[in-house]
């Protein structure tokens, strides 16, 4: 267990505690609704969230005290490693419960993941009001779980498969980080045509080799298009010298933080389609070239995906269907026909929930009065 240097501020009249981490899908809501709690009632916000190191370097940009808590997975390994984890279960749920007892917090949001199941079994057993957040359209394991028992259960798509309490659920919207629902400091530039293309923190090996295969068919187009191409570190130098070899205008980076800003520059985004980046792309009314990870646990990124292909945002392909034929078809498509383009920008924007983080801390007020 590791607390930060901060102080966790145990005597504040509005205090809570937000269990999130393991991904950023989890995380980065997490910290949009903290910075507006604090932003709505200045209330202490602290995190218990996982180890991982990935997860407490992005923590330390913010400032937000945290505690660790080491628990285990009960989905996505093999049956002799999950009834050992199940064993370890007591033990979380013990930490869980002194780490409340310690920072006394007025109410316990839960953002879905593995760490939400001890933390809010902990809070229920302390009689700590507890509500929930689902990021996906269909529910995890831990959220079904605990919604048998949430005092109110927040959902990011207005209907979400395994939904335990329905009477109980309120549409809010997924939280996105404030940079995301301010006004753009200027209109898009009408061209270059820019294509984001980006899968994660890590990129997506798939993505890139199946961008890199549609450069020759896009050369026809080559002098009005751009790409801005986040690669992750792996595939950065071989992505580099794609575009060189087809002589193609392009920013290619491992990562970057200028993520809002790349994607008010694009057309399109061609990416994965998890619930965070959906957020983004219709809080900012932008249409998705949507390619599910393939191996997220229920599927839930091909459910989220189809959720905004129905609505005429986004396209939908599946990952082991991509080609880099099938990009240059929706590329052109989109180029070649601009009022399509513009109808499907509308209707991402209809989906956009850029308010999901006031929604829910307005919500929540009761349980800090």
């Known amino acids: 267990m590791t607390i930060s240097g901060a102080d966790h501020q145990p005597d504040h009249p509005r ?49 937000f005290p945290w505690e660790t808590l080491d628990t285990p997975a009960l989905q996505g390994t093999g049956w002799g490693r999950r009834f050992l984890n199940l064993l370890r279960l007591p033990g979380s749920i013990w930490q869980a419960g002194r780490i409340l007892r310690q920072h006394r917090p007025r109410l316990v949001v839960g953002m879905g993941g593995y760490i939400s199941g001890p933390v809010g079994l902990a809070a229920r057993k302390l009689g700590i009001p507890l509500v929930i957040h689902e990021q996906n359209a269909v529910f995890g394991a831990a959220n079904r779980y605990l919604g048998r028992w949430a005092d109110t259960i927040f959902l990011s798509f207005p209907e979400s498969e395994g939904n335990p309490a329905p009477q109980r659920s309120v549409w809010s919207g997924n939280p996105i980080r404030p940079e995301f629902c301010a006004p753009p400091p200027q209109p898009r530039p009408p061209e270059p045509f820019t294509i984001l293309i980006m899968g994660g923190s890590q990129g997506a090996h798939h993505l890139n080799m199946q961008m890199l295969a549609a450069l020759p068919l896009l050369q026809p187009l080559q002098d009005r298009l751009h790409c801005i ?32 800003d790349f994607m008010h520059r694009a057309h399109v985004v061609l990416c994965r389609a998890g619930a965070s980046t959906l957020a983004e792309l219709t809080a900012l009314g932008r249409v998705g070239i949507l390619v599910p990870y393939p191996h997220a646990a229920n599927h839930h990124q091909e459910k989220n995906a189809a959720y905004a292909a129905r609505a005429g945002a986004a396209f939908l392909i599946l990952n082991q269907e991509l080609t880099g034929e099938k990009i240059t078809a929706m590329i052109e498509q989109l180029f070649h026909h601009p009022d399509q383009l513009q109808q499907m920008e509308s209707n991402s924007r209809a989906l956009g929930r850029p308010q999901a983080a006031a929604v829910i801390v307005q919500e929540c007020k009761k349980f800090l009065s």
């Open 15 to 63: 205090r809570l505690m937000i269990a999130a981490g393991g991904t950023g899908g989890h995380l980065y809501p997490g910290l949009a609704l903290a910075q507006e709690f604090r932003r709505r009632y200045d209330a202490a916000v602290s995190f218990l969230t996982t180890p991982k190191a990935v997860t407490l370097e992005i923590l330390r940009q913010y400032d």
């Open 229 to 260: 191409h986040l690669s992750g570190p792996a595939d950065q130098a071989a992505v580099e010298q794609g575009y060189r070899a087809a002589g193609m205008s392009a920013t290619v980076l491992a990562f970057s933080p200028q993520v809002r």
